[in-house]
């Protein structure tokens, strides 16, 4: 296999990684919805960089750790599914409505963006991704391991963007739709919480079940 055409199938993995619906895609809408097209631009940057550390742990997982690193599967699956179950909760537990979002702690860009980040560092899809799958696509023979840690990075990042960014986007226009209807928004963010609380306690159940 040519190193072209294994970029390619890279991306393909890649690609249907980050278009499956999870805990990332989850977080990014339920921001967006609650606090408009900032907050949904903040989560997603935030999972981005995310992804830059998943690439930089991938390079270090394919030199030394492939064989050690599978056994913190189960205990990062419970600790990344109680963190989203906390998140979820506090979104519940609110009552958001268009005039106050500015103002309120829960949205500010800076929190939301530190949310994205530790939800993608802690998302186990993403772990697990990359120990079944960098091990396979980076090999000696395509030279340097940071050089190809560098382009498999760049693509992980343009695809979130891409996938992640263009849903922020198309949610906040949903957002701005129901601005006149303050109550609405206060359903929708408490609806989003549950979802990704809904989401997490499963994904917690089977950590705990594989731990």
């Not at 940057?45 to 030199?63: D, E, K, P, R, W």
Request: charged share 10%; glycine share 10%.
């Amino acid at each position: 296999m040519t190193y072209a055409e294994n970029l390619w199938l890279f991306t393909l993995l890649l690609a249907g990684i980050i278009t499956v619906p999870g805990m990332d895609m989850i977080f990014v809408m339920a921001n967006t919805l609650t606090g408009g097209r900032r907050a949904g631009v903040a989560a997603t940057s935030g999972i981005m960089l995310g992804g830059v550390f998943h690439t930089l742990f991938g390079t270090v997982a394919v030199t030394a750790l492939s064989t050690l690193v599978p056994q913190l599967a189960g205990p990062m699956l419970v600790i990344g599914s109680a963190y989203m179950i906390w998140i979820g909760y506090t979104l519940a537990k609110s009552a958001i409505v268009i005039d106050g979002i500015e103002a309120s702690k829960l949205h500010r860009s800076a929190r939301i963006f530190t949310q994205g980040l530790i939800t993608c560092l802690l998302n186990p899809k993403a772990w697990l991704f990359i120990l079944a799958v960098y091990p396979q696509f980076m090999r000696p023979e395509y030279g340097p391991f940071w050089r190809q840690a560098l382009v498999m990075g760049a693509l992980t990042l343009l695809l979130q963007a891409t996938v992640y960014g263009g849903l922020a986007l198309a949610a906040a226009k949903g957002r701005d739709a129901l601005t006149s209807i303050p109550q609405v928004t206060i359903w929708i963010g408490r609806a989003a919480g549950w979802l990704l609380v809904a989401v997490a306690v499963l994904m917690l159940v089977e950590g705990w079940r594989s731990w």
